[in-house]
């Protein structure tokens, strides 16, 4: 079996939800299938570190896919002329995006349908693509994969799918995340937080991710409780970042508040591992890695009410409406205050993160692989 890939969110030393999923599966599937034929598609020069195996062979295809009117060209033309040629058997998609020009079969992996929730949060030209585009790819897909049971529902809802055709795959932690001794812990807040406790974010910075939020909480924290505790919001700054850029320069915890911008894995790991507790209450998440990263480092989940979170998290976090700025700054404080507490949810995440491996995920995206390799 000849199996085409959309390998374009594989980029050396940028790696982030998407690419990471596209990283951990893809591995797994070649390492597992070496009687199959892989060829990654690439839409610009790639590293060699991304061919895993002698059986992957990589492929650039012109223009560069990261715009929707190359999105179009790369996919409805540079792919589905290159499948062709190529005689493949099936093409796997990992980031949402299908040729529809293309007659072969595909399978298409589905991280959210976020920009239905909330179309105000993305560009126009993008927002027109995803709503035109998004349900043709999983109406045509003759295999499509969801990383939740929220997400499979969302699309079975909004574009009336057959719920047979979908199966949930996970996303997981990776390996590199593991709690950290308590020496380690304060050699590195020394470094980069001036020896203080910290609060950590991990993500993009856009109003979907309600960062304003953690803010707004933050800041109640701080001032009724006088803690010396210190905020890390971890990631780039990615769209619509106006509001959030004037809240945090008026801010009067400003000071508290530390963007170190994108990191290495090591870094992020100890990042991660280092923090009280991490806090995740986005209005809408497909999954949510970060949230597997910091159960597998023994640091403590508040998390908000809203789509995959809960599902994601169980009982291994404390849940805060999506809105309550009041509600988070309590959690907050009993993060700090209840040894119990913590040591409760330390504990459960543990057991939780056990659930999710990207093993898994790999089996259940090459499950999808083969049914449609046999469909026809």
Request: include cysteine; charge should be negative; charged fraction near 20%.
């Given at each position: 079996m000849r199996v085409v890939v959309n390998a374009r969110f594989l980029i050396k030393d940028k790696l982030e939800g998407i690419g990471w999923f596209s990283y951990e599966v893809l591995k797994r599937m070649v390492l597992a299938h070496p009687e199959i034929e892989f060829i990654f598609l690439f839409d610009r020069p790639f590293d060699s570190s991304f061919i895993f195996a002698d059986n992957v062979k990589g492929v650039r295809l012109s223009p560069p896919a990261r715009h929707p009117f190359l999105w179009y060209v790369w996919f409805e033309w540079a792919v589905a002329r290159y499948v062709k040629k190529a005689s493949a058997d099936v093409f796997f998609s990992p980031d949402g995006f299908l040729s529809l020009r293309s007659k072969l079969p595909q399978v298409v992996v589905c991280h959210d349908i976020a920009f239905e929730h909330f179309p105000q949060y993305v560009p126009g030209l993008v927002k027109r693509y995803y709503k035109y585009f998004t349900p043709k790819y999983v109406q045509s897909a003759h295999q499509v994969v969801t990383v939740s049971n929220f997400v499979k529902q969302d699309i079975v809802q909004y574009y009336g799918i057959d719920a047979s055709k979908i199966t949930?795959?996970?996303?997981?932690?990776?390996?590199?995340f593991k709690p950290m001794s308590q020496s380690a812990r304060d050699a590195f807040k020394a470094k980069h937080t001036h020896g203080e406790d910290y609060f950590i974010y991990v993500?993009?910075?856009?109003?979907?991710?309600?960062?304003?939020l953690i803010i707004q909480a933050f800041e109640q924290y701080k001032l009724k409780t006088k803690s010396t505790i210190k905020l890390v919001l971890l990631g780039r700054l990615a769209w619509q970042t106006d509001t959030f850029e004037r809240q945090l320069a008026h801010s009067p915890v400003r000071q508290d508040i530390i963007l170190p911008g994108y990191c290495t894995t090591d870094q992020l790991v100890q990042y991660t591992a280092g923090a009280q507790a991490m806090?995740?209450?986005?209005?809408?998440?497909?999954?949510?890695?970060?949230?597997?990263?910091?159960?597998?480092?023994?640091?403590?989940?508040?998390?908000?009410?809203?789509?995959?979170?809960p599902e994601v998290a169980g009982d291994a976090a404390l849940i805060c409406p999506v809105d309550d700025n009041d509600q988070l700054a309590?959690?907050?404080?009993?993060?700090?205050?209840?040894?119990?507490?913590?040591?409760?949810?330390?504990?459960?995440g543990y057991k939780r993160v056990k659930h999710y491996t990207w093993d898994r995920a790999a089996k259940v995206c090459f499950d999808a692989i083969e049914k449609a390799a046999h469909s026809n």
């Open positions: 949930v795959a996970n996303n997981a932690a990776r390996a590199a993500g993009a910075i856009h109003p979907r991710k309600n960062v304003e806090i995740y209450v986005s209005k809408s998440e497909g999954f949510g890695i970060p949230l597997l990263e910091a159960m597998q480092c023994g640091v403590p989940l508040i998390v908000s009410d809203q789509t995959s979170l309590v959690y907050m404080e009993a993060i700090m205050l209840d040894e119990d507490l913590r040591a409760d949810l330390i504990q459960k």
